[in-house]
């Protein structure tokens, strides 16, 4: 079953779309055109392609985990975007938008972030750019994520706290989107596969690196595709990354593990694609955490880089056409997921990505399966929280 974008410009099935005003929508088509142009352009591929190996460290390796295969019952592979530098999967992203920009002329990147992985990405993308850079954060978030709000300032970024709302992720987009229709010499750099067309488009573009390597190693390493590749799931990007060059394989099982957190609002667990309906969010038509008013829901997860009510729109597609499956993994499942692997392994995963390991333990134990976990940070910044 192949992902296609249907005649609806940027769309995945029935999910996608570009819900924004008319001046906006200006600037994103410019920024299509620009990307359709320069994703064509040997210069620029090679200029990509030079700052992945020398300067982010690719191709990641993809690292048999023998005692945690022993311990789960199947043979299990881990792609160690871990140890990219800046220490996740997001600077593979960063890294191809700011070359964007830089051909487009921006004078300024901007951006948001949650947990401040992305912000950390942006700023450190920012700085070998020489361009400036500000990002956008929560009130709330800019006192729970000090440690990566000190990073961005030492990298040069100017950080800008949003006092709206609840002072979370949701109220920086909503802050930085209105610095960007106010400010056109601005690029705004969005870091998941979310939003309106066609960021889901050019992230997945960045991110799908990471599947084009897993697929080369594993023939190389095990001489066949593997039964199932599991990441887990924020807005999506790293999953999608994950998954992109095995979406036409049908036989490979994917596998998303999403945060399911308990949440006040919600009264139970607040898992986006397990319990989320569909609707227009933050620009795009794709599944969101709503109330019987369609008014978005807070989400809730352990793991700052899951918590977000929406989804990217080609994961609510994978979901809908049943070609992917998405499964809630609880804080506690995540919390045992990351000491295992951190005493079986001496792999200090991302919480986040603790969630991945545990949709191995809670729905693919002992099923003899050959399994890649797409491991998509490393967790030093959570030891002191957990
Ligand atoms: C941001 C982040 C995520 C979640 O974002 P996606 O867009 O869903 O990949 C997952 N893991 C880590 C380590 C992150 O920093």
């Known amino acids: ?20 005003p008319p001046h906006l929508a200006e600037k994103l088509n410019a920024l299509y055109e620009a990307f359709l142009f320069y994703k064509e352009d040997a210069t620029f591929k090679e200029e990509y392609v030079r700052l992945l190996q020398t300067y982010v460290g690719r191709p990641s390796p993809l690292y048999y985990a023998n005692n945690l295969s022993q311990k789960l019952g199947n ?48 700023a450190t993308a920012a700085a070998l750019m020489g361009i400036k850079c500000k990002i956008f954060m929560g009130q709330v978030d800019t006192e729970r994520q000090r440690m990566n709000v000190e990073r961005m300032k030492v990298l040069g970024a100017e950080v800008l706290s949003a006092k709206e709302g609840r002072g979370t992720l949701k109220d920086a987009v909503d802050m930085a989107l209105g610095y960007y229709v106010e400010n056109p010499q601005s690029y705004y750099l969005l870091g998941s596969a979310v939003g309106p067309h066609p960021y889901p488009l050019i992230v997945r573009y960045f991110q799908s690196v990471i599947s084009e390597e897993m697929k080369k190693q594993i023939l190389e390493m095990e001489g066949q595709l593997p039964d199932a590749i599991i990441a887990c799931i924020g807005g999506g990007s790293n999953a999608i990354g994950a998954f992109a060059s095995f979406i036409e394989h049908s036989e490979v099982d994917l596998v998303g593990a999403e945060g399911a957190g308990e949440s006040m609002q919600l009264g139970q667990t607040a898992a986006t694609l397990t319990l989320g309906k569909p609707m227009v969010f933050q620009g795009a038509n794709s599944l969101c955490l709503a109330n ?9 997860s352990i793991a700052a880089g899951l918590d977000y009510p929406g989804i990217g729109p080609e994961h609510a597609h994978l979901k809908e056409t049943g070609r992917a499956k998405y499964y809630p993994i609880t804080d506690e499942e995540a919390l045992k997921a990351y000491r295992l692997l951190s005493q079986t392994e001496g792999i200090i995963p991302a919480i986040e990505s603790a969630h ?31």
């Open 356 to 386: 991945a390991v545990a949709a191995v333990d809670k729905y693919y134990k002992d099923k003899n399966a050959l399994i890649v976990i797409n491991l998509s940070g490393r967790g030093d910044k959570d030891v002191s929280r957990l």
């Open 1 to 20: 079953m192949e992902t296609q974008i249907t005649q609806q410009i940027g769309y995945f099935g029935n999910y996608g779309g570009q819900f924004v």
């Open 292 to 300: 019987e008013n369609n008014e978005p829901l807070p989400s809730a």
């Open 75 to 122: 043979r299990i592979y881990l792609k160690r975007e871990d140890l990219n530098h800046t220490g996740s999967h997001k600077i593979n992203n960063t890294i191809g938008q700011i070359l964007l920009a830089k051909r487009m002329g921006a004078t300024e990147i901007i951006a948001e972030t949650g947990a401040g992985q992305h912000g950390v990405a942006t």
